[in-house]
């Protein structure tokens, strides 16, 4: 079992930044694909970024390219996701998810969630 709780979300302008963070706790962290998804209201959760366990390789959405970066510190249990030069189409609540799989860009593919943090970025 792994539990996650996200922080950092919160209200920004639009160009702002910020920075989020998932604490894990319970199985190996190192062990586990890192991903952080987004569910705006009326519509599906997305993918935004993820990062493989091992090799550490990152994955993207296309619209977040350039803007966000996906980190993780093995030591501390924690998952980042910064972000820049944020738009308001990125507001939404941002949950964090771990899978034991490589290259996992589903949601059905992650066993394990947090509760989610919300941004919400004004124009």
């Known amino acids: 079992q792994v539990h996650l709780v996200e922080s950092g979300g919160g209200l920004v302008q639009a160009g702002g930044s910020l920075r989020l963070s998932c604490a894990a706790s319970?199985?190996?962290?190192?062990?586990?694909?890192m991903g952080w998804f987004r569910q705006a209201p009326g519509k599906e959760r997305e993918f935004v970024a993820a990062?493989?366990?091992?090799?550490?390789?990152?994955y993207y959405k296309d619209s977040v390219k350039g803007r966000f970066t996906i980190s993780r510190d093995n030591a501390k249990n924690t998952v980042y996701l910064q972000m820049n030069s944020l738009k308001p189409e990125d507001t939404a609540v941002y949950y964090c998810?771990?899978?034991?799989?490589?290259?996992?860009?589903?949601?059905?593919?992650?066993?394990?969630w947090g509760q989610g943090t919300q941004v919400t970025v004004s124009s």
């Open positions: 998810a771990a899978s034991p799989q490589q290259m996992v860009v589903t949601t059905t593919r992650y066993d394990y």
């Open positions: 319970g199985r190996t962290f190192s062990s586990y694909t």
């Open positions: 990062i493989n366990w091992g090799d550490s390789t990152t």
